[in-house]
């Protein structure tokens, strides 16, 4: 039964890369929110989210399930790389 998708497009670049649209939606994500994401997993999975939902991409009855997978390690770390970039660093709710 195939009634899942797998998009593989969301990679930013790669492994450990961002772009400026994935920082920015971060941080209003977590302004908002006030859950912290990474940025090599679960924020990439928002920015995929986002897009499919604006696309309209879904199917109206479509379920959804986005799992938050922890990392967010991986944002202090990403924060410590760009401590001298303003424009990268994701403002975490501590």
């Given amino acids: ?4 998708s797998i998009y ?5 670049g790669g492994f450990a890369k961002t772009t400026p649209q994935l920082i920015q ?3 209003r994500f977590i302004a908002e929110t006030e859950i912290n ?4 997993y679960t924020g990439k ?3 995929a989210l986002k897009h499919l939902l604006q696309s309209h991409n879904l ?4 379920s959804i399930l986005w799992l938050h997978t922890g990392g967010v390690q991986g ?6 790389l ?8 994701i403002r975490l709710i501590k």
């Fill in 45 to 47: 999975v928002l920015l």
């Fill in 8 to 12: 593989s497009e969301y990679h930013c």
């Fill in 75 to 80: 944002a202090f770390a990403h924060n410590y």
């Fill in 59 to 62: 199917a109206p009855d479509a």
């Fill in 82 to 89: 760009y401590r001298d970039r303003p424009d990268k660093i």
């Fill in 25 to 27: 939606l971060m941080n």
């Fill in 1 to 4: 039964k195939r009634n899942w």
């Fill in 37 to 40: 994401l990474d940025p090599i």
